[in-house]
């Protein structure tokens, strides 16, 4: 009796123990997790150079990357919060590249987001000098009479 609990309790802690891995991009980027989609009018060369611009200006942690397996396809990842790791604490947004020459983009976060979560995204790309994590940079933007996007 002894030996049974002890197996069922190294059992238990052995399960315990094992790493929870969270979730992979295939799983994110399904439709129970897709906050938002929306045109954007940029191909990725203009997409990228927004990343850029506004990595530099507001948050190195943003990234863009197309899809290996896929020209099509790209994505503009930001942690969740600042410093998350792992795709269930990422926000992604999901672009396809259309033969209109512009781009589909969908939001997906494991998370459920804020609206202004979901238009920080979109921002990133078409107005990448406007930084939500730094409001002082945006009083001057906001002066020129360049309020926030709205996005549907």
Known sequence: MRKIAAIALFGVL?????????ISLIMLEQPSYLRADRTLPQD??????AVFKHQAAC??????????MN?????VTK????????WSHTVVLHLMF????????????????TDNQVKDMFDIVLRPEYCPEKPELNVDL????????ESR
């Open 14 to 22: 052995a399960g315990c123990a094992s790493s929870n891995q969270g």
């Open 44 to 49: 990725f060369v203009q997409i990228q150079r």
């Open 59 to 68: 948050n190195p942690e943003v990234k863009f990357s197309v899809d290996e």
């Open 71 to 75: 020209p099509n396809f790209a994505r």
């Open 79 to 86: 942690p969740y919060t600042p410093g998350a790791t792992g």
């Open 98 to 113: 259309t033969k209109y020459l512009n781009s589909e983009g969908r939001v997906y976060s494991y998370y459920a987001t």
């Open 142 to 149: 906001e002066e020129q009479g360049g309020a926030p996007t």
